[in-house]
């Protein structure tokens, strides 16, 4: 795979090219909530819609087979792409959020009773939280949480203070949404699974960048969407080892998930059919396929060492601008995300301002409560890079900032002299 020219790169997204009011243009940092689509992926939506709009697997006719067959076969590249060894162990689903619980509600479930623990850590977002709650609250499970350190990062030994013999399950996230913290996941796996606890791998942010191949990085289940790699919103994975998949019921009923039905019962579809009742988001999982094969083309290594010199660019520049704390670790322990806290600026009134300037971030809690609360904060800013992003991007950003707080600064009550 080869990297084209950055500016050959910008041109396959369609809504980089725009300006958000005239004369102002899009500068566009808010990858972490969803990044933009390229060309093959809006054109592989629009030729299903437009030449192959069947239902699969049902039809017996040319237009159904060809859907059946460009819709399984984006499940092949998402298994290449993760590096799963069967194409079995792909489920789709709606997203992170439905794939993890997916797992909670199946998995969970059958194999969890009272008094066994979770641990899971400081960084996670909802999606990965929320579920184990509920399912804690079901049958007494109890969580466990690794504290992170004061710059973000979550170590291995804070993982390893909390697991104990009552460990099943460890589930963390592979990157930080709010801090762009990469997870050392390696030692994690290779701790839970000495206590004999499946790691479960939160992947919204880490698939994206590239971050996990399941052949070499034996995680027992992953969940990640499609909406922040370059694919449509509505398609996601939960990737699950066989085995596992193999002994879990499925979560929900209905059509396509059943081999043969009778008034008292029905014997399940083999995998992954067997958690896909109904009509599947074709269409989206047809696109996400199409995006797998934009991801493929480029050098993932160049992508990479793209995004942390952004890091090191942005820590840089955003440095001179005074009165901004990047929070969370140093570029070499985060991917793409710029978590802040602006002096003297809410977050919200600082997007706000940037949007002035046609700088799309994104200001809040982030679906991630706790980790604010462990960072004393009621809201940060955030602004978060991918492939296509340039120095310029982080250039208008530091403006754009400088200048909200020069607005802010110059509206506050004076004292008369
Ligand atoms: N986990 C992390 C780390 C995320 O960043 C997100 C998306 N913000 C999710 C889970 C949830 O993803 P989705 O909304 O696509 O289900």
Redesign the pocket.
């Known amino acids: 795979p080869t990297t084209p020219a950055l500016d050959d790169l910008r041109a396959d997204f369609p809504a980089l090219d725009q300006e958000v009011r005239p004369g102002v243009r899009l500068t566009y940092l808010d990858n972490?909530?969803t990044t933009l689509k390229p060309w093959p992926v809006i054109r592989a939506v629009q030729a299903f819609d437009a030449e192959y709009p069947a239902n699969v697997h049902r039809g017996i006719h040319t237009l159904s087979e060809r859907a059946t067959e460009a819709y399984e076969s984006a499940r092949e590249k998402v298994a290449r792409f993760i590096g799963a060894a069967e194409v079995e162990e792909v489920v789709w689903t709606r997203?992170?959020?439905e794939a993890i619980n997916l797992i909670a509600q199946s998995w969970g479930r059958t194999f969890l009773k009272e008094g066994d623990e979770i641990v899971l850590s400081d960084l996670e977002?909802h999606?990965?939280l929320i579920p184990w709650q509920m399912l804690a609250k079901e049958r007494g499970v109890v969580l466990r949480f690794a504290e992170i350190s004061d710059d973000g990062r979550l170590e291995p030994e804070a993982v390893e203070r909390v697991l104990s013999d009552r460990t099943r399950v460890v589930a963390v996230?592979a990157m930080s949404?709010v801090l762009g913290t990469v997870v050392p996941l390696e030692p994690i796996v290779a701790m839970a699974h000495d206590r004999g606890a499946i790691v479960v791998v939160?992947g919204?942010?880490g698939v994206p960048h590239r971050a996990i191949d399941v052949g070499r990085l034996p995680v027992d289940f992953l969940a990640f969407?499609g909406?922040?790699m370059c694919g449509p919103t509505g398609i996601?994975v939960l990737y699950g080892r066989r085995e596992l998949l193999e002994a879990m019921p499925p979560a929900w009923g209905g059509g396509s998930m059943v081999l043969r039905v009778s008034r008292e019962g029905a014997e399940w579809n083999e995998l992954p059919y067997k958690f896909e009742p109904g009509t599947p988001p074709i269409a989206q999982a047809i696109g996400l396929g199409a995006a797998v094969d934009y991801l493929s083309r480029l050098d993932s290594e160049a992508v990479a060492s793209h995004e942390r010199s952004l890091m090191e660019y942005a820590h840089r520049r955003l440095a001179e601008v005074g009165g901004v704390r990047i929070l969370g670790p140093e570029p070499e322990y985060k991917g793409g995300i710029l978590g802040m806290d602006v002096e003297g600026v809410h977050p919200h009134d600082l997007a706000q301002l940037l949007d002035r300037h046609g700088v799309a971030v994104r200001a809040g809690q982030h679906?991630a409560m706790p980790l604010h609360h462990r960072l004393g904060l009621p809201a940060t800013a955030r602004a978060s890079a991918y492939l296509y992003n340039t120095t310029d991007d982080f250039d208008r950003l530091a403006e754009a900032i400088a200048d909200a707080r020069r607005l802010l600064h110059d509206r506050r009550p004076r004292r008369p002299a």
Request: contains cysteine; hydrophobic residues 20%.
């Open positions: 972490a909530a997203g992170t959020t977002h999606a990965n996230t949404n939160d919204a942010q969407s909406h922040k996601g679906c």
